[in-house]
């Protein structure tokens, strides 16, 4: 069974750092890309950033969050982490990580796509002003 679990949620002032984790099973991440989701109330799901499957581990990020964000994983730990930093009440929203889709796709993928894939539950992010 191919199950993710998200962890590292929580409320933070504007500014402060999160860093959220990403535990698989069913599957290895030598096979498959994982991204991170958002998705704000009333708003559709929106790619935040997405690593590779490849040795190389390529990276790709939302513009918004370029530079702040940094995301990584560690193969023997079945984990992909997001490191949240300078946090923006704009980046309040649930984060879901996600495996079956190519980083290639991360900016085009909808809320319909929860239907597709596999997806975690989901951690809440809640940024301050």
């Known amino acids: 069974e191919v199950t993710l679990v998200e962890s590292g949620g929580g409320l933070v002032q504007a500014g402060g750092s999160l860093s959220l984790s990403c535990v698989v099973s069913g599957f290895s991440l030598a096979d498959y890309d994982i991204g991170w989701y958002r998705q704000a109330p009333g708003k559709e799901i929106e790619g935040v950033s997405c690593i590779s499957h490849t040795d190389d581990g390529n990276t790709h990020y939302k513009d918004s969050v370029k530079g702040r964000f940094t995301i990584s994983r560690d193969n023997a730990k079945n984990s992909v982490y997001l490191q949240m930093n300078n946090l923006k009440p704009e980046d309040t929203a649930i984060y879901f990580c996600?495996?079956?889709?190519?980083?290639?796709?991360?900016?085009?993928?909808?809320?319909?796509?929860?239907?597709?894939?596999?997806w975690g539950q989901g951690t809440q992010v809640t940024v301050s002003s």
């Open positions: 996600a495996a079956g889709f190519p980083c290639t796709r991360m900016a085009v993928l909808t809320t319909q796509s929860r239907e597709y894939g596999s």
